[in-house]
């Protein structure tokens, strides 16, 4: 197929840093086009692909030192060359949050599918959705539609990893092991947490993560906790230090207090074979599959109950979990089932399908389909 | 006419608090349906309006305390809302600076004027623009056009206050002056060279200002430098506050570092007959006449000196000069006379008038004007 892969600019495809959703769009348009698909990567021009890339600027936009940066521009301007170019693709993949383009694609729609990487819980969202709500979204986690509920979801890709990026290592519970926090110092990621649940457990914590001075107060505040001597600070970490991390792990604490749509660093721990032991929000009880790769709690005394019982968890069985949940394969095939169904036009808003077909993994909680079975008002065409 | 005024939705209309863009565009559309025009703004639901309201929202963004907003969303839903509309207008009037609105307004851009409120030295904002060469634009001032000089400027309309707001009184020079900064505590705004030039000149500062807690480490620094007894800290004034400030200032200290587009306090010191002492910087020279309303100047002795000689402007001339510069009467003039280009078809993008009419007052530097001979690059349609 011919297929476009429509990035957000923040950052390069795949990031420098701190960014999943270029990651993700990186490991996606790299096995596109292992499978001999045509694919056109719009995104950073920084970026590095084998596909065929169409650059957006020099630099991406949260790490350009030089210049004053205008999101809403830059995105603009991508997405009128994207409609410039559309002819030349079956299918074209945007992943931005906030339908910023759904203007721009409006008499293409068809051939468009979205998946948001963000949380969704925005107020404006549901109205401002219901003017184009014949563009069809994929979510990367049936929790993730919750305040969406009536948008035209099509499918539920979880997201993947590359398997050579992260070998079996195939051992045992390693000695000495300790407990591991990864992810940035934010509020809602509840480091403050981990500190405490590894305090009550008795073990040493390290905590490999980006302070985010976007809430310095908080920052501030950590630093103070880990000043605690069981606590070590390692800062950001890149994927050698990762793997180094990951080997003499016990458990990945991932003690959230947000709706995560997703939740990438459970899925990294997995891929060491290194059980999750998770708050019980957001996509975590999606992710997580509960006694096998990891427990979901509720509160600190499950977490610190839960790192007793790790001992009991397989961590070979942690990894194949792993392998056939969240392998960038699976994913690419769950996208690839979505693309064949948009360039068969069957997400075609002419008609009144009411039940959009569903492709990838979606589990079957009633709370969570409800979403699917949607009246399409095809409304479009306001601009004539 | 039939005229829309689209407004940002960051603050209602007029501001509650902090935010010029919105407190002009109340003072516009007032005086449209005074001057009996048939106007509708959109707006922030709570805005206030003798106009047609056509409300977005029940509360502004920036201080809607109960959600989690998305400024991308909620424009869209209002631009399609005035996609929607736009038979019923002859003149569309967008205050939006980084052109989110051209995507939906394309099919009847001849119809529509924006006018950015902000700074424009964004490296994104120049290709980005080129998309949409046909979109006329009206500057705040000449200086605001110097990162865009391609762009088809067709008027400069300086801001204006509503004269019965601020009261002519015809004083002498106050006993016992201070000086004064009004703004924010912001590094940009420059506050300490106020509070340094202040000391130099052995006179008392007031700085009637809000936080700008974005700048934490910045404002941190600033508490410190007021401490000192020359200074006094009154936080954030409103028009009462302000109307009493200006009765005993010697001059208002404006010594920016930064490309400031107008520079509201400024014109708000000269309605009370204050001088202006100001930095050559963005529009500070369009806006002060040297010599008459204040000095423009580029160092801190220059200011101090600026000080001195503020003793011999005529304060009643500087009220004159603002009576016939910077009152609303006048920019609604302004702005009506483009109305009338734009409904009579004047800026439509067919043909290629290369040198468009230019409305308002506009100087006539050369550097500044170039920006107006542009080539008209009809490219439109892109979308079919």
Not at 23 to 41: D, K, N
């Amino acid at each position: 197929m011919r297929i476009a892969q429509v990035a957000p600019l923040d950052e390069s495809v795949p990031p420098r840093l701190y960014g999943g959703t270029e990651r993700i769009v990186s490991f996606l348009t790299e096995e596109l086009v292992r499978r001999g698909h045509e694919v056109s990567l719009f995104a950073s021009g920084n970026s590095v692909t084998t596909a065929n890339l169409v650059p957006q600027g020099t630099t991406a936009l949260r790490l350009d030192p030089n210049a004053r940066r205008s999101s809403i521009a830059a995105h603009l301007a991508m997405l009128d060359e994207v409609r410039q170019q559309q002819d030349r693709f079956d299918v074209i993949h945007c992943h931005l949050s906030h339908f910023q383009h759904f203007p721009l694609f409006e008499t293409f729609a068809e051939k468009t599918i979205t998946t948001p990487h963000g949380r969704l819980d925005y107020s404006d969202l549901p109205s401002t959705y219901a003017r184009w709500p014949y563009f069809s979204l994929s979510s990367i986690s049936m929790r993730q539609r919750q305040p969406l509920p009536k948008a035209r979801w099509v499918g539920n890709v979880y997201h993947g990893l590359p398997l050579h990026l992260y070998p079996a290592t195939d051992r045992a519970h390693p000695q000495d092991p300790y407990l591991v926090f990864l992810g940035r110092i934010y509020r809602d990621k509840r480091p403050d947490r981990a500190i405490e649940i590894a305090r009550l457990a008795g073990m040493r914590l390290k905590i490999a993560a980006k302070m985010d001075y976007s809430n310095r107060a908080y920052c501030e505040e950590l630093v103070e906790q880990m000043k605690s001597p069981h606590v070590e600070f390692l800062g950001e970490v890149d994927d050698v230090g990762k793997a180094a991390l990951f080997a003499g792990a016990h458990a990945l604490l991932f003690p959230i207090d947000w709706p995560e749509p997703f939740g990438l660093a459970m899925i990294e721990a997995m891929a060491f074979g290194v059980p999750v032991i998770a708050w019980s929000q957001g996509a975590v009880p999606e992710v997580v599959d509960d006694g096998v790769t990891g427990f979901v709690v509720d509160t600190i005394d499950d977490a610190v109950a839960a790192i007793q019982r790790a001992y009991s968890l397989d961590r070979r069985q942690v990894r194949r979990r792993f392998e056939e949940r969240f392998s960038a394969s699976r994913m690419v095939d769950d996208y690839e089932a979505i693309y064949a169904s948009v360039a068969a036009g069957v997400y075609k808003p002419e008609g009144d399908p009411r039940i959009v077909p569903i492709a990838g993994e979606g589990r079957s909680d009633q709370e969570w389909t409800n979403g699917n079975q949607i009246s399409l008002n095809s409304r479009r065409g306001s601009m004539n």
